[in-house]
C-alpha cells in the first residue's frame, strides 16, 4: 500500500540476534500502530503512537521489544536479543482521527532460527 | 479486554453464491473495521462502521450495536473474492488499537 512502506519485506536471522523493523508513513496520519500477525494469536496490538508520543505498550510482549517514533514520517521496532517464538508477520499501521478506516503496510516477514 | 468471534471460521462456497460472515463482539465498541487479507498477506481495509448499513461495490456490511454483532456479505461471489476477513474493533473512545478475531477463510470456487 502507497500509503505505509515497512523494510524488510523478509527477515530471517539467528536467535540472539538484533532485529530493526522499520515502517515510513507517506500519507497524513494522526497514529500509527504496530501489530504482529502469527497463526496460533492471530493479529495482535504491539503499540500505537498518537503524533509520535507512544500511548500504548501494553501488548509489547518483553523488554527484548522495543518501539521508537522519531518523527511522523518514521517508526521502528527493535528485539533485541530475538528468539525463535518471535517469528511472524509484523505490520505497520496508520489512522486519522475522523477520517476513519486503517492503511496497512505490507509486513515485514520474521523468521528467526 | 473485548472478545471479538467470527463465524464461521472456513466457508467454501460456488461462484455466484450469497456470502455472509458473522461477527459478534463483548463489550462496547467505538467502531468495527471489516479488514480483507489475500493470500499474498496483504491487509486491506474493507469498512468502517459505528451504526447502521454501509454498502461498496457487492460488499455490504452491517452493524447492531445493541446485539454487539456485526455482519459481512458477498453477493454475487466470485473467486477473486478468496480471501481471509477480519472482523477488528475499537473498544475506548478515540483510535485505540484494534482487537480482532481470528479471520474467516473464504474460498469461492468456479
Known amino acids: 500500500d502507497a500509503g505505509v512502506i515497512q523494510s524488510p519485506r523478509h527477515e530471517v536471522t539467528e536467535m540472539g540476534q538484533e532485529v530493526t523493523l522499520r515502517c515510513k508513513p507517506i500519507?497524513?496520519?494522526?497514529?500509527l500502530f504496530w501489530y504482529r500477525q502469527t497463526m496460533m494469536r492471530g493479529l495482535e496490538l504491539l503499540i500505537y503512537?498518537?503524533?509520535?508520543?507512544?500511548?500504548?505498550d501494553s501488548g509489547m510482549p518483553e523488554d527484548r521489544f522495543s518501539a521508537k517514533m522519531p518523527n511522523a514520517s518514521f517508526s521502528t521496532l527493535k528485539i533485541q536479543p530475538s528468539e525463535p517464538r518471535d517469528s511472524a508477520v509484523y505490520f505497520c499501521?496508520?489512522?486519522?482521527?475522523?477520517?476513519?478506516?486503517?492503511?496497512f503496510g505490507s509486513g515485514t516477514r520474521l523468521t528467526v532460527v | 479486554k473485548n472478545e471479538v468471534e467470527q463465524s464461521p471460521q472456513n466457508l467454501t462456497a460456488q461462484e455466484g453464491e450469497f456470502i455472509t460472515i458473522n461477527c459478534s463482539y463483548s463489550v462496547g465498541i467505538s467502531a468495527l473495521h471489516w479488514l480483507q487479507q489475500h493470500p499474498g498477506g496483504g491487509i486491506v481495509s474493507l469498512f468502517m462502521?459505528?451504526?447502521g448499513k454501509k454498502k461498496h461495490g457487492r460488499l455490504i456490511a452491517t452493524i447492531n450495536i445493541q446485539e454487539k454483532h456485526s455482519s459481512l456479505h458477498i453477493t454475487a461471489s466470485h473467486p477473486r473474492d478468496s480471501a481471509v476477513y477480519i472482523c477488528a474493533v475499537v473498544s475506548g473512545g478515540g483510535a485505540d488499537g484494534l482487537t480482532f478475531g481470528k479471520g474467516t477463510h473464504l474460498i469461492i470456487q468456479p
Open positions: 500519507s497524513g496520519h494522526d497514529y
Open positions: 503512537f498518537n503524533n509520535n508520543v507512544p500511548i500504548d
Open positions: 462502521l459505528s451504526s
Open positions: 499501521a496508520i489512522s486519522r482521527r475522523g477520517a476513519g478506516g486503517y492503511t
